[in-house]
């Protein structure tokens, strides 16, 4: 399972990680501070090598010190002695993807590498790359016989995987051709984040909470992944994705997923995944003449956030001046089972809210008998958990207490466990932890076909019914706000509210 005490975990085999778009901006920002805390951590091997290939003509010390760059920036100053340790592991080379001779300098790199050490090693080839070139790629690592091993040779793909349920087929499809499923890693950083794999150990490790967590105690759930940020420098990828695709399609779900499945009977990889799977199938299908009623679209317009002017999403670079292209999405879904019959679970997201914060409220249903006299219960509210994802950590329990005095007054109050507080510890990047099971050979965190598939399946009306009719009045909602209006009246009109991250600390 994750995170067994380093100690404990068998001895890994060497390895050459192979990133393929190594002069970008993921190997930069994500991969190279990743790697660097695993060597520090001992979660490498002790024979491992990185191989960056990319198209820009560069040397391995150019790599290194780009790497380097990329691992001071992102996580803090690297120490001499341990980055000294690390570079001489890094090499790169230079070459067109579609270019037979490229993978013939791979081959030959790889080879060396094993000749060194004295023995097979694992080669894991990490896609950091545009989608448009995925295609290339695999087929040219076919064809230069480099996926061969089914045993030692893994594929890292980062998302998106697919613009819509037919092409994220067509990828699947593609990358079977050369890597059997179990070879294929998907990743959703979202699965490596300390806060989202905890919500298995605190339903399935407490006895308490599992026999409340159905439809006879839970009103309804709300996912909501908020943030600060626009779409920065992202924009000609965002005006083909837009919320729903970029975070909806992929994190929210998973989210959902962990929150709405049957209890495992084993941490095996593939049971957590059909469990998972499991709920994806019982997501009610949405049709066309529905989606008005539960999905709402937004695009930020300019706005104040922290005393600074915020420009509209139409006005950021390589966005469209009259881009209908969706920044901020809200579903209600329902899943069809025996357990999670009727009740809705809202999710949003949107870049330029009010806040960064990524939070699951499980709202409780009211007591069945209000035995307390109306004066007492002035602020009285239903039982809520929140799972704090980022950027706080931890998990907050709403309960009723009796405010001290003589007179009988319930106030609301809460219990609050923090990761900082009670482990003394900073959490693991996500692409830490997740580039850690790669290496372990561990895919229990990653989407398998079906997942990716079952997810696009859900959320095809909503995308089939948004790109026929285009929004009218974006950009609909303040930069530094909580989305459009319509976002609330989605709540509303059942009788409900969003709860306004943040608030429940007050
Ligand atoms: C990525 C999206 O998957 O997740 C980005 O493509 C988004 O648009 C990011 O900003 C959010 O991740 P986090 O970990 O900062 O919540």
């Given amino acids: 399972m994750k995170n067994k005490p380093i100690s404990t975990k068998p001895k890994l085999s060497p390895v050459s990680i192979v990133i393929f778009g190594a002069t970008g901006d993921l190997a930069w920002r994500k991969l190279a501070p990743a790697l660097y805390n695993l060597l520090l951590s001992?979660?490498?091997?002790?024979?491992?090598?990185?191989?960056?290939?990319?198209?820009?003509n560069k040397s391995s010390d150019e790599f290194r010190s780009r790497l380097r760059d990329g691992a001071n920036n992102f996580r803090g100053r690297v120490d001499e002695k341990t980055w000294n340790k690390f570079s001489p592991n890094l090499s790169y080379i230079s070459g067109d993807y579609a270019d037979p001779t490229t993978y013939a300098a791979l081959d030959k790199q790889l080879k060396t590498h094993e000749k060194k050490w004295g023995g097979a090693a694992n080669h894991i080839f990490y896609?950091?790359?545009?989608?448009?070139?995925?295609?290339?790629?695999?087929?040219?690592?076919?064809?230069?016989?480099?996926?061969?091993?089914?045993?030692?040779?893994?594929?890292?793909?980062?998302?998106?995987?697919g613009h819509d349920l037919d092409s994220a087929v067509a990828l699947n499809a593609l990358l079977t051709t050369v890597f059997d499923e179990t070879q294929i890693y998907r990743i959703d950083h979202y699965m490596g984040k300390e806060t989202v794999q905890n919500i298995l150990a605190f339903r399935f490790a407490n006895a308490m909470f599992e026999p409340i967590w159905d439809r006879r105690y839970i009103d309804h759930v709300q996912i909501t992944v908020a943030e600060q940020i626009g779409v920065e420098h992202r924009g000609a990828y965002y005006e083909h994705a837009g919320a729903l695709r970029d975070m909806i399609q992929n994190h929210?779900?998973?989210?959902?997923?962990?929150?709405?499945?049957?209890?495992?009977?084993?941490?095996?990889?593939?049971?957590?995944?059909n469990k998972k799977v499991d709920v994806l199938r019982a997501i009610r299908p949405i049709s066309k003449e529905q989606v008005k009623e539960v999905a709402v679209r937004g695009q930020y317009g300019t706005g104040s956030m922290e005393g600074q002017k915020i420009p509209s999403y139409r006005s950021e670079s390589d966005v469209a001046r009259a881009s209908t292209v969706e920044t901020?999405?809200?579903?209600?879904?329902?899943?069809?089972?025996?357990?999670?019959?009727?009740?809705?679970?809202?999710?949003?997201?949107?870049?330029r809210l009010k806040t960064k914060a990524s939070e699951v409220v499980i709202q409780f249903r009211p007591v069945p008998h209000q035995s307390f006299p109306k004066t007492a219960a002035i602020a009285w509210q239903p039982n809520c958990l929140i799972i704090q994802i980022h950027p706080e950590e931890g998990i907050l329990l709403c309960f009723q207490a009796k405010q001290p005095g003589p007179t009988l007054h319930l106030s609301p109050v809460d219990m609050h466990f923090s990761y900082q507080e009670a482990f003394k510890t900073k959490s693991p990047e996500a692409y830490e932890a997740l580039l850690s099971d790669v290496i372990s050979g561990d895919a229990t965190l990653?989407?398998?076909?079906?997942?990716?598939?079952?997810?696009?399946?859900?959320?095809?009306?909503?995308?089939?019914?948004?790109?026929?009719?285009?929004?009218?009045?974006?950009?609909?909602?303040?930069?530094?706000?909580?989305?459009?209006?319509?976002?609330?009246?989605?709540?509303?009109?059942?009788?409900?509210?969003?709860?306004?991250?943040?608030?429940?600390?007050?």
């Fill in 42 to 56: 001992g979660q490498l091997p002790d024979h491992f090598a990185v191989i960056g290939i990319g198209r820009k």
């Fill in 127 to 161: 896609l950091a790359t545009p989608p448009d070139i995925v295609e290339t790629i695999v087929k040219m690592i076919g064809k230069a016989n480099l996926a061969q091993d089914k045993q030692r040779v893994r594929i890292v793909v980062e998302k998106p995987f």
């Fill in 252 to 273: 929210l779900i998973q989210i959902l997923t962990l929150i709405a499945m049957e209890p495992m009977v084993s941490f095996d990889a593939d049971e957590i995944r």
């Fill in 328 to 351: 901020f999405a809200a579903i209600k879904l329902f899943v069809d089972t025996w357990r999670w019959q009727d009740v809705p679970f809202y999710l949003r997201t949107g870049k």
């Fill in 446 to 506: 990653f989407m398998r076909a079906d997942q990716v598939e079952a997810s696009w399946a859900v959320l095809m009306p909503i995308l089939n019914e948004w790109k026929k009719s285009k929004p009218a009045g974006f950009p609909n909602y303040k930069s530094g706000t909580w989305g459009p209006k319509a976002a609330e009246a989605l709540i509303v009109r059942d009788g409900r509210n969003w709860l306004e991250p943040g608030l429940e600390d007050a």
